[in-house]
């Protein structure tokens, strides 16, 4: 994606954190035409697999998407933040245009299909693990047949993406001067919009959301 230095993020861990906190993705893949092809999917990323970690996910068996990563074409997964509309009439300094506050991060490998039944129902119980949370009533895998499991998976093509190129960016006002971040920093903070809220945190210096 195109970075201005100025917001460019080279933090491995500070984009690996933008991606658990905004895991539902968007993966792009070029079909068998060289059409980029897109599925919005839930991606857990392991930091620990790979020196810039790796993606695990899977898609619906009738998903044409899996074989094109079988077919070893490099992908792109797109995770998107928070992100806030930016009013001129905010800024001190005149004249000025609106602009768009935002973080993302852009992670390309090439795929591979994860076959084992054993490590395909891990990755269940991992997103189940992670998405159900920690309340009092959390569902669990455990107590569903395991014909029925089995039955479920063989709907499924699951997958794993060894990133080799990882880029961040957070256009978080900083090309404007000391007082424009803050004018902007507080007029969000100020907005009913849950979304400008979490981006003037992020200009606060919050991790990543």
């Known amino acids: 994606m195109y970075i201005p230095k100025q917001f460019q993020i080279t933090d491995t861990a500070w984009c690996h954190a933008l991606m658990r906190a905004q895991s539902f993705a968007v993966m792009i893949t070029a079909d ?19 020196p810039l970690g790796t993606l695990r996910g899977h898609v619906a068996r009738a998903n044409p998407h899996w074989s094109y990563l079988a077919a070893g074409r490099p992908t792109l997964v797109v995770f998107a933040g928070a992100h806030a509309y930016v009013s001129p009439s905010w800024y001190a300094t005149h004249p000025s245009v ?25 990755l269940l119980a991992d997103l189940v693990r992670i998405y159900e949370g920690g309340g009092p009533a959390v569902w669990s895998m455990d107590g569903l047949p395991g014909d029925y499991v089995a039955g479920m998976q063989r709907g499924i093509v699951a997958f794993e993406i060894p990133i080799e190129r990882l880029e961040g ?22 907005s ?11 200009m606060a210096g919050a991790p990543p959301r």
């Open 192 to 202: 009913d919009d849950p979304l400008a809220r979490a981006v003037a945190a992020l």
């Open 98 to 122: 609106p602009t768009w506050n935002y973080v993302a991060a852009h992670a390309t490998g090439t795929g591979t299909l994860v076959e084992d039944p054993a490590q395909v129902t891990a």
């Open 32 to 50: 068998d035409a060289g059409v980029p092809f897109a599925t919005h999917l839930p991606i857990l990323v392991d930091p620990a697999r790979g």
């Open 169 to 190: 960016k957070a256009k978080l006002s900083q090309n404007r001067d000391a007082v424009d971040q803050a004018r902007t920093r507080e007029a969000l903070a100020a």
